[in-house]
Structure formats: structure tokens, C-alpha cells
């Protein structure tokens, strides 16, 4: 098992001459070889970890200037929502929501300001399918970046790099952490000078993982092909069983044939994800609410992306920080119901979705 190198600092040679790690904020063995397994499984050259998700985004984001403007998914994590309005349009970064899954209004919507295309796909809670392919393509021919936010994916599932993504970033706290136990964020990418800069401003800035942490990490990776087959799994029975289930209006799964996204997942997928989402049958707020708080193997609690199968309520707990009326926009009800669905026995998942929702 890889060593946890639990120190701040390290004995030097001489005077600014140092063995290869001089003070933990820099670099750390441990961060070390999680930021190599993580480039590695994203078929990448450059690992770079942060304290958290949010924390890689902060990083990217600094790369830009006032007057730069990125264009974005309009259903995102509401988090990353937050950062780009609530901080970054404070220092003068423009930001747009738009649909990415038209590549033709993508391509409509780029300006001499755009500088960034940021993805997320599937997209957080509505499950959307944006083509890398494609907008990575018409990024490059204008020099903009693309950065895609693989969480759901994770690399089992879905290489954005390979299809010409600029950075791939990972909130780790979820699949590849995978045991609810840790919060870290990644971005993997292949371009030297860029890498350089991130990892400037992971040192100047700051916001690094503990070696703790990041043994968690490396240890979670070891089981994560296993557990993502797990996840994808079950994940199909649940979305089959809501589908068909009288109560249920509408599922939102890459994985059903009827699903919008559905050929593209198949083309740049290797299987459709653990994630779930779904609203009931005449859209009673109240009824969705008794339906979340019955639930006895699924926890009501926000994240996702561990063993343990969670239930989260996006319009008051990962998406609150949006404004009711660009959640709208976006098709986030607030009656929607987002499943991260665990490696139990599927059954018994199964068993629960059908007493809580009679």
C-alpha cells in the first residue's frame, strides 16, 4: 500500500537545494501518486488534486482575465453555478447557461470573448448527454478551451480526453473516492504549459488535499471497476422498475432507449452510470416530499457516487444556490427526485422505492 506521508515539511540537502519535495503544500508522495493514477486512468499526462471539486474549478477559472466570458451547461451542479456567478462574475468573467447538447447553437452562441466551453455530461440532476466530440472540435478551431466535468462518468465509464477535451475534471469525493469518507477535487490534462500554470496556482493558492485524503483516494481506485459495474447495474433495474412503476411520470436515465441522449451515451460510453433522477405523476411537491422522507435503505442526503445508495432533493439541497426561475429554465422542478444508486442488492433497493412510494 502506498506509504501516507503525514508531514508538512522535508529535510533539505543545503540552502535551496532540496530531495525532490521541500513543504507539503508543493508536493506530498502520497498527492504524488494519486495524481499519477488519476492521469492515468483518464489517459492523460498531467495529474493535478485540489481540496475539493470546487476547488478545481476555482483553479480553472483563474486562468482567465476580466471581459473573458465561458459558456456553459444550463443544468449544472448547482455549486458550480454559485462560483461562476457569486465570485467570479464579482472580478469580471462573463458567463453564459446555454443548451450544449445542439452543437449548431453552441456554435451560434461563441463570441470573440467565449474562451471556454465547460461541460458537464451527464449533467447534474437532469442526466442530459452533451457530445464531446463535437464541441471539443468546434472549441479548437476558435482556440477555446473545453473542460469537461467527468463526475458522473468517471473514467470507467467515459474518457473525455480521447475525445478531445482540453481538462477533464473530477469531483473525487465522489466515484472515484467512492466510500463517502473523503472531499477532493482533480483535473487531468495532457498540455504541458497548462498543467504548469494549474499547478502553480494548486501551490500559490493553496487549496491542497492531505496525504490522509489522498491514500483514502488511492485505495477507493482499486475497486473502482468493480463498483462501477455494480453501480451501472442496479442503476438499469431501478430505472426499468420506475418506468414501468403507475406512480412515476417521468425518468431521466442515458441508459432507457427512449431517453434523448440515449444513441449518444451508447457512442462515447461504456455503460450508462449510476445515476438516476424522476418526478411522479402529476407533480405533487408534496407528495415527492413524503416520498424522499420514507425511504429506509436510500439516505436523504446530499453527494453521490459511494457504496451506499442516496437520495437527494436537488431544488433544496445540491441546486438551492440557483435561482427557482433559472432552475425552471433549465427543467429542474422542484419536484425532481435524483437517485445515486449504490452497490447494494438491487432487490432490496427495489423493495424500498416500492414502499416509499406507495
Known sequence: MTPIYQTSTYVQEAPGKHKGYEYSRTHNPTRTALQ???????????????ASGLAATDAVLKLFKPGDEILATNDLYGGTYRLFVRIFETFGLKFRFIDLSDPAQVEAALTENTKMLWLETPTNPLLRLVDIQALAALAKTRGILTVVDNTFASPYLQNPLDLG????????????????????????????????????????????????????????????????????????????????????????????????????AKRQMRDFGGMVSFELKGDDYEESMRVMSGFHVFSLAESLGGVESLCTHPASMTHASIPKSER????????????????EDVEDLIDDLTQAIR
Open 36 to 50: 499519477k493514477a488519476l492521469a492515468a486512468l483518464e489517459n492523460g499526462k498531467h495529474g493535478i488534486c485540489y
Open 165 to 264: 477535451a482540453d481538462i477533464v475534471l473530477h469531483s473525487v469525493t465522489k466515484y472515484l473516492g467512492g466510500h463517502s469518507d473523503t472531499v477532493m477535487g482533480a483535473l487531468i490534462l495532457n498540455d504541458d504549459e497548462l498543467a504548469q500554470r494549474l499547478a502553480f496556482i494548486q501551490n500559490a493558492c493553496g487549496a491542497v488535499p492531505g496525504p490522509q485524503d489522498c491514500f483514502l483516494v488511492l485505495r477507493g481506485l482499486k475497486t473502482l471497476h468493480i463498483r462501477m459495474q455494480r453501480h451501472c447495474e442496479n442503476a438499469r433495474r431501478v430505472a426499468d422498475f420506475l418506468q414501468n412503476h403507475p406512480k412515476v411520470g417521468k425518468v431521466y436515465y442515458p441508459g432507457l432507449e427512449n431517453h434523448p441522449g440515449h444513441e449518444l
Open 328 to 343: 425552471e429554465k433549465s427543467g429542474l422542478k422542484d419536484t425532481l427526485i435524483r437517485l445515486s444508486v449504490g452497490i
